[in-house]
């Protein structure tokens, strides 16, 4: 049984294709902006590696922000669950989730191999890969650079406020008061650590602690969270597809769930089409700069 | 007015829309319309010398512009936006305003708004923060303060008899709402929160009589029609109200059917009735006092915090368990403190009888709602036990 | 969090005297220890403007107020890790900031087992028996104790009532009597919950006199007030901001009394010589709510560049005018007086309120007064973000100030803990451009013939 599952995040697109627990391809690929909408030629890429044609797939789970209107997907879950099930399955002894992603930052929690609490802040740029990027645009260095400059530092600056515009100012003035690019770096790091660590903290943060996304990619502020939460940490050897991964696992069930001849049904009506999940007023509401919009369950 | 089964709800929903329409209408009939903040002031005063009570709410579709200057930022979003609209002429209908001590937010702003919002009769009803004896006596005669200031608009007594009358009448809407609650105990639910949320803000903008001519009609309507809904989790709100029909779409086009809302627009102003007393004004006062739960009130803490939660919060296990509730949301209005200090003790108190908790601080702002669509599904896919 | 890089030192007192007033500050905290070691009752209360806690303490109970401690909190830099845990715990971080670094100790000291950590700051507070929640002026000051349920399980609140009526309303026939009897009647419910915690009875010989002293000293502190009328000032915010614990917080205390006998000595030699308490007073400003704490050098720097005295402050922090004699005259009941006095506080800008249309008479209405009483230039607003209530009239004050006596406003954000929003550059550049605005209103009340 093939099942795929596709995760179409702010700035990347993950697919991974699955037969029951054997991952038979991944696919990792830029969708900013103006390629949203090829969220099919990317399943198509994926299917090439992974040796199948597009009838051979029997369940496809979409996931992540731009998960509304793939027309090909069978069903939609959010990335919050399908974080959680991609890192169980990678690792049981995972309880919390970190979850830096492109435009925002979750904390999930698991018990028992299920969601038991998240929270999540996707309206405040500080802890995203969105602010790192700023940032690195700033201190004139490439943003895969920024993580391991920073580990070089002795002495991280002080950053005081985590608001992009503010922190960009406060990142030129101390590069104008000689600060040395490295310390800047620490001090970004490790004031993001900090707010993303006092969100997460809200869900009570219990070991194994993952980090995820692509703030996991980036050794500096892992190394500052890990300072902050004094416990192991679990980085997936590919984090960014935690919750293709995921979605290709629930696909699974699903398609279980089903048999054959409701899959064969599925099928039928699949599209091909290219994906419109972005609205304009939702694509700009995530944009405003407002406060941090918080929510955690329990 | 006349009435047909099958409009009740359209009906409701064109009132929602245009919320002012019918008080402006009777006004140029040559009524008189008050305006009135929060489920505080005794709206039977106001019915009962024929003058049409109209809640005043705030609008998550409308950018606040004008009330910036007046209410900074960091103030209550909901009262920022009601006060918005007041200074933008939308309730310049009003003959009267009556403000009330709810809350901070609801105090300050009704003080705001007398003084820059002109109206010809105005009221400060101060609502003490305990259901204390003494607390009851001194809001009683509070309430008799703002009688006699409409008697001398009005220029008219309040028989009462009349009065008698008034609160007959706001019963009858009470029970015609609680009726209606009633309907979403099945599986799924007759009425959507959707549904409900344009039917109360309805009966809150129109006469006494011809809302209760409109639950009638609703409840004959839903009670008849093949029932549109399909089954999802239920859903119980809690926290600061909500007042806007896309905020409860989003919800229920994320896996959840609304079953109750514990809010200032849902249960609180409905849930109890006004005891018919020899002076009325002793019925009236427990009432408002004692018996709309909104956590304003402070009530007296029991020898522990576990038996201080159940005392405070047993109504919501009730209500959990008669319309057979899988998660609650715990909606906070960025900047209510009244519902935000109440966070970590709502979770302690529905968690311990087994009910999940989404808990979030919102915007009050259309433009912002979608990006919490992923945190109700998600929420749905845990107690689908994802 | 990081801390913020504000590089300002620490404020100058003006007065000698106010240099001293860190005493009092020490002393309820220590006292409370002390009580605590002695197996004394103690209790946390909000300030009440000396409405339940000269009753609590005339039981015995040995009174501390995590408010004034949430300041010294901040003025020390020390809010943060407290507002951290709080914000863990699930409380919004919108929060009252004083409630937050409340809220996080009290998890601190439970975890501690109620032993407080050594490191605590100026010594921490103690362990309660009982929390006086106040309803007057703000609701966090009552949900606030609600709350700390969850970590000080089975202290009860009591929870003090103080009406506040409307302006309008406050001259209905009737609502004064009202309002006066149902004050009485809550403070002998107070009584009665006290008693029964405690064990003992009210002794009244002993409440009388405390009442007397309370009476004495705020009579004295509203004097000093009164000395600041003088131009130049004979001591500005700054000290205010020191020499307002005793009256605040023990103006039953004798050692209260003679300090502000001392104050009133050295602000008075101050005014007979001329002699300002900063140098060159060009313009004088009222200050728009509480103050932020972990930055109050601020105000010498513009004293320093622009010349500005901040004269006077929020209505809230002051001891009201004396009763006139015809309300307290025969009166002897404590509870009536204490009655008498919470009313007065909380409504004699009344008039006011309703001449400018600027109610309510709390907050807002008395700065209409206060700007021709000390002769004031400006106004500056310093809106909350964690204190709503002190910030919900602040831009109504601003406007009608500008509106009604030509005063103007200027304003700057800010937070009495949370040090996310205060930004000393661009406060700076602000009151420099509005020193202009300053000269250019002056200009307009001499044209319009106002006394100042």
Known sequence: ?298 | MEEQNNTGLRRAAEIYRHRGLRARQLKEEGKKIFGYFCCYPPIELLTALDITPIRVLGNMDEPVTEADDYLPPVMCIFCRSAFDLGMKAQYNYFDGFVGAHACDGAERTSFIWQNYIHSPCNFQLDVPHTAHGPALTFFKEQIALFQKTLETFCGTQIHPDDLRQAIALHNRQRALVRELYGLRKPNPPLVSGTEMLQVLIAVMSIPVTEGNDLLQAVINEVTTRANPHAPKHRLLIWGSLIDHAAFTELIESSGFNIVVEDTAIGTRPFWHDIEMTADPLDGISDHYLNEVLCPRTFRETGPSYQADSDARFNYLKEFAKHWNVDGVFANIIRNCDIHGYEVPVIKDYLNAIGLPVLVIEQDYSTAALEPLRTRFEAFAESIDGY | MTKNKIKTKKSNKTLETAREAGYFGKKMLESAIRAQDEGKPIGWSMANWWEGDIIAKAMGVNLVYPENWGAFCASIRRAEPFLEISDGEGFPNTLCGYARNNIGFAKTLKENDFVIPADAPGGGLAKPIMMLASGAACDARYKWFQSLGRYLDGVPVWMLELPQTGAREFFLPENKANNLKFIVKELKLLIRFLEDLLKCKMDDAKLEAMVDQAFKTLGLAHEVDLLRRNVPSPMVSQDFWSIMIPHFYLPDDPEAYEFYQRVYAEVKHKVDNGIGAIPNEKYRMMFGELPPWHSIGFFDDIAERYGIAMVMESWNYHAPTPLPEEEIDGVTDPLERIARLCYHKYTEYNPAALKYAVAPSYFSAPFLEYAEIYRTDGFMAHPLMSCRPATYTLMQTLQRLEEKRLVPGVVVNGDIIDLRVFNLEEAYSKVEAFTETMDHYRELRRKAGMAW
């Open chain 1, 1 to 298: 049984m093939f099942c795929a599952g596709i995760d179409i995040g702010s700035t990347i697109t993950k697919i991974v294709i699955a037969n029951r627990n054997e991952v038979l391809a991944s696919v990792v690929q830029r969708t900013g902006a103006q390629h949203r909408r090829r969220a099919h030629r990317v399943m198509e890429d994926a299917l090439t590696q992974a040796g199948l044609a597009t009838s051979d797939l029997d369940y496809i789970v979409a996931t992540g922000y731009g998960r509304i209107n793939v027309p090909f997907a069978d069903a939609q879950i959010t990335e919050i669950t399908c974080h959680m099930r991609g890192v169980s399955w990678l690792d049981p002894d995972v309880r919390t989730i970190i979850d830096i992603g492109g435009q925002d930052c979750k904390g999930i929690k698991v018990k028992d191999g299920r969601l038991d609490d998240f929270i999540m802040n996707d309206k405040c740029a500080a802890g995203t890969g969105r602010f790192f990027e700023i940032i690195a645009k700033v201190l004139g260095i490439d943003l895969e650079e920024i993580g391991p400059l920073s580990l070089t530092s002795k002495n991280p600056a002080e950053i005081s406020n985590l608001c992009t515009v503010f922190a960009e100012q406060e990142a030129l003035s101390r590069l104008s008061e000689g600060v040395p690019i490295a310390d800047v770096a620490a001090g970004i790091h490790r004031a993001n650590a900090s707010r993303i660590y006092g969100m997460v903290r809200k869900i009570k943060i219990e070991e194994t602690v993952a980090i995820t996304g692509g703030g996991a990619k980036n050794s500096g502020l892992c190394h500052s969270l890990q300072e902050r939460l004094q416990l192991p940490v679990f980085i997936p050897p590919e984090p960014l597809i935690t919750g293709a991964l995921g979605a290709a696992l629930i696909a699974g069930e699903k398609a279980a769930r089903v048999g054959g001849p409701g899959l064969a049904a599925l099928k039928k009506h699949r599209r091909w089409d290219a994906a419109t999940f972005f609205s304009d007023s939702a694509t700009q509401a995530a944009m405003q700069p407002t406060n941090s919009q918080h929510s955690h369950m329990g």
